[in-house]
């Protein structure tokens, strides 16, 4: 049914910046908040960004400043602007639609060197 896949990803020295995407498919793409989360090894998955259909923004305390979080509408899909980065930033991101149930994309590893 609905489909997220991230892209973007990858190695950056600390301080450096990237940029996430996640295009999503097989639903009604606008209507839904949609979410930025991060895992890294031995720790719980966390919430980074969170943005409404409305275009209204939430940040994990230890980002704000440094990400942002958009959306298109027109192209389905949702960005996670990283700037700053930190090797306390290193992590799988993965994008989510926030419905009942969270439907998950397959994650992103964005690792950042020290």
């Known amino acids: 049914q609905v489909q997220l896949v991230e892209s973007g990803g990858g190695l950056v020295q600390t301080g450096g910046s990237l940029t996430l995407s996640c295009a999503v498919s097989?639903?009604?793409?606008?209507?839904?908040?949609m979410g930025w989360h991060r895992q890294a090894p031995g720790k719980q998955r966390e919430l980074v960004a969170r943005?409404?259909?409305?275009?209204?923004?939430n940040y994990a305390d230890s980002v704000k400043g440094r990400f942002t979080i958009s959306r298109d509408n027109a192209k389905n899909t949702v960005y996670l602007q990283m700037t700053s980065l930190k090797p306390e930033d290193t992590a799988v991101y993965y994008c989510?639609?926030?419905?009942?149930?969270?439907?998950w994309g397959q994650g992103t590893q964005v690792t950042v060197s020290s």
């Open positions: 989510a639609q926030h419905r009942g149930n969270y439907y």
């Open positions: 097989g639903s009604l793409f606008s209507v839904y908040t």
């Open positions: 943005i409404t259909s409305g275009g209204s923004t």
